[in-house]
C-alpha cells in the first residue's frame, strides 16, 4: 500500500503517514540527543543569563551521571525534577536517564501534597535539586536497555485522575526521529523554551528536538504576550512555540510588535479558533502551524506544509490512526508509551485492540487531520491539564456540599476555565467554595465559576453527564 493510503476493514479504515518510514536507533535518548560536544551555545536563560555550550552539556551531563551512580542511584529507580525550565534542567534530566534511572517530571506549582501524591504514584525515590547536582568524575555508567523507562510524564489519560505515563528510551527516541522530516530543526535554529519542559510539548518538541538538531535554545518564564515578543526578537528566536491563550494574547496585542526573525511558530495543546490564529500569524511575521499530540504517544501528528493551516496535519512516520464509529481518534506506532504505571486497570482502558485510545473527536479532509472536539473531559487552562474528578472530590468534601460537577467554561484568554456545578446542603457562597478549592490545589488548578444547580445530571451508571452541563452553560450565558 502506497504511503498515506487507507485500508478499509470490515468496521474500520486505518490512516498512515505520507511521509516515508524512518529508522529508529537503538539507543538511549541521552546517546541519541547528546552527539555535540562544541562550544555554541545550546542553552541560555533569558532572564537570568545562565547557560550552556553543548561541550559544558555533555560533560555536566556525565559527570552528574557518575554522581549519581555514586549515591546508590541504579537502574530501576525513579527520581523527580520539579523545576522550572532553565538550562541545568537538561542536564538534571539527562543525568538520571543516563545513570540508567527514571526521570519523573514534576510540575513545579503543585502544592507539596499534590507533589507527594505523585512522587507515590511514580515511586519516585528521591528529587533531584538542580543547584547542588552531585558530581563525579570516577566510576563508570550502566549500560541500559533502550526498552527500559526513561521517563514518566503525568497525564490523566482520557479520564479520572492524574497516571504516571511510562515512556521507553525507544519510544522517545522514535518520536524524535519522526518529527526530524517536518521539523527540520538545525544549527542555525534559535527555539523559544517557554513552554514547560514536564509537560511533552516542551519535553519533546522543544527541548530534546532542539538539542537533536543543534539548536540554541533561550529558556524562559511565561509572560505576558508584549513581553513575549521582545524576548523573541532579542534573542532572534526562529521558532516560537505556543499554547491558544497565548496565541490569543499575541492575537490581542495592541502594540506594534518589534522586528521577529521567525522561519515558523507551532501552537499545540489545544484546538485553536481560526480568527486567533490567523491575527496572531500577522503579529508573529510568520507561519503559525499547529499540531497534536499527547502525553501517552508524544507528537502523532505535524503539518509539513501550508496548504491547510486549520488542520494538526498529516500523521508523523511510522504512525497509524484508526476513527472509531463514535469518532474517536485511536493512534499505533512506535511513539506510543507502555502503559500507566502500577495501574493495570487503566492501561487496559487505554487500549483498544492494541490502538491506544486519544479521547479526541477528529475529522480527516485530504489526509489532514482536524481535531473537532474532545471526548475525555480534561479541562485545559492556559495548556495545563486539569481532572475535573480531583476538583470534584475536593468540593464534595465541604460540609455545605452535597453534589458537585466541574466542566471546562470557554475563555477566550485561558482556553478553557474550570467551572463547578454544585448542589448544596448548606449555607455557602461560591466565593467561599472557590477561596475552600484554591486553598488545596495548584493556582492553575482553581474553580473560576461556580453555578448552583438542584441537581447534578447522571447517567444510569451513574457518570456526570458533563455535556449538559456546558450546554445548560452556554444558554444561560
Known sequence: MRPGGVEPGADQVIYRSPLPAVAIPACTVPEHVLTRSHDKVALKDAVTGESLTYAELKTQ?????????????????TIAIASVNRPRYAVGLHAIMAAGATAALINPLLTAKEVERLEDVANVKATLDL?????????????TDPSSTAAVLF??????????????HRALVANLEQHRPGWR????????????????????????????????????PRSDAGTYLQRLAEHRVTRAFLVPPLA?????????????????????????????????????????????GLTEAGGTHQTIDDSDPTSVGVLCPGTEARITAEGEMLIRGPQVMDGYLNDEEATRQAFVDGWLRTGDLVRVHNGRFHVVDRIKEMIKYKGYQIAPAELEALLRRHPAVRDAAVVGAPDRVNGEVPKAFVVTQGDVTADELMAF???????????????????IPRSVSGKILRRLLKEAGECAS
Not at 188 to 195: E, F, G
Not at 265 to 292: F, H, N, T, V
Open 437 to 455: 478549592v484554591a486553598a488545596e490545589v495548584a493556582p492553575f488548578k482553581k474553580v473560576r465559576q461556580v453555578e448552583f444547580v438542584a441537581e
Open 131 to 143: 543547584d547542588d547536582l552531585p558530581e563525579s568524575d570516577t566510576g563508570t555508567l550502566p549500560r
Open 155 to 168: 497525564s490523566s489519560g482520557t479520564t479520572g485522575l492524574t497516571k504516571a505515563v511510562k515512556l521507553s
Open 185 to 220: 530543526v538545525d544549527e542555525t535554529d534559535v527555539l523559544a523554551a517557554n513552554l514547560p519542559f514536564f509537560h511533552i510539548y516542551g519535553f519533546a518538541i522543544i527541548l530534546n528536538s532542539g538539542l537533536l538538531g543543534g539548536a540554541t535554545l533561550i529558556t524562559m
Open 61 to 77: 551531563v556525565e559527570r552528574t551521571a557518575k554522581g549519581l551512580v555514586s549515591k546508590g542511584v541504579k537502574p530501576g529507580d
Open 248 to 292: 490569543a494574547a499575541i492575537a490581542d496585542y495592541a502594540q506594534a510588535p518589534p522586528k521577529l526573525h521567525l522561519k515558523l511558530a507551532l501552537c499545540g495543546a489545544a484546538p485553536l479558533d481560526e480568527s486567533i490564529r490567523r491575527e496572531a500569524e500577522r503579529k508573529l511575521q510568520a507561519p503559525l502551524w499547529q499540531g497534536y
